[in-house]
T-cell receptor, first 112, second 111 residues
Framework: DVKVTQSSRYLVKRTGEKVFLECVQD?????MFWYRQDPGLGLRLIYF???????EKGDIPEGYSVSREKKERFSLILESASTNQTSMYLC???????????FGPGTRLTVL | RKEVEQDPGPFNVPEGATVAFNCTYS??????FFWYRQDCRKEPKLLMS???SGNEDGRFTAQLNRASQYISLLIRDSKLSDSATYLC????????????FGAGTTVTVRA
């Protein structure tokens, strides 16, 4: 079974803090993705990566950066958290960009 | 215009009923299509891929209409356990990689 894990289920941070969200997959997948999910807006792609050290912007990259130093790990970084970044963050991985994506359980981030 | 649009519902149906809903997409270069299911407070999970010829998996049938640019999902003989939000995913890879999720259609099956 593919397993995608995220470092925290719930996180509360203050405005201006630097936030790291970690995602690890154990299936040797090439592609990894970060989304945020908000009511009425669905899942929106923030960044994705198709290989180690490679990254591509998704639809809403502003205010975020990512890091992929190892194939199994994809980190999302909020350099200076803002209240409008309060959301559910979901990480996913897939064998390639056109295949099924496997999601982690999500991190609910609240920025106060 | 959104890349992918879904009727948010909710579709409230009795057990045993048939329910169907669509997902329209704007990018004519889209070539991969999926339906995911998301239960409340859970992550999305793949329900089924959508093939050009249409495909069926038990009580679920997915269709693709390229001319009108939509995919559909039909659930026959609804069960209480089918209550969930159904998300469509559309992927284009020809020029630039573009992946878009719909906002989801909520289905509630009542006893």
């Amino acid at each position: 079974d593919v397993k995608v894990t995220q470092s925290s289920r719930y996180l509360v941070k203050r405005t201006g803090e630097k936030v790291f969200l970690e995602c690890v997959q154990d299936m040797d997948h090439e592609n990894m993705f970060w989304y945020r999910q908000d009511p009425g807006l669905g899942l929106r792609l923030i960044y994705f990566s198709y290989d180690v050290k490679m990254k591509e912007k998704g639809d809403i990259p502003e205010g975020y950066s990512v890091s992929r130093e190892k194939k199994e790990r994809f980190s999302l970084i909020l350099e200076s958290a803002s209240t409008n970044q309060t959301s559910m963050y979901l990480c996913a991985s897939s064998f390639n960009g056109e295949n099924e994506q496997f999601f982690g359980p999500g991190t609910r981030l609240t920025v106060l | 215009r959104k890349e992918v649009e879904q009727d948010p519902g909710p579709f409230n149906v009795p057990e045993g009923a048939t329910v169907a809903f669509n997902c329209t997409y704007s990018n004519s270069a889209s070539q991969s299509f999926f339906w995911y299911r998301q239960d409340c407070r859970k992550e999305p999970k793949l329900l089924m891929s959508v093939y050009s010829s249409g495909n069926e998996d038990g009580r679920f049938t997915a269709q693709l209409n390229r001319a009108s640019q939509y995919i559909s999902l039909l659930i026959r003989d609804s069960k209480l356990s089918d209550s969930a939000t159904y998300l469509c995913v559309v992927i284009a890879v020809l020029n630039d990689y573009k992946l878009s999720f719909g906002a989801g259609t909520t289905v509630t099956v009542r006893a």
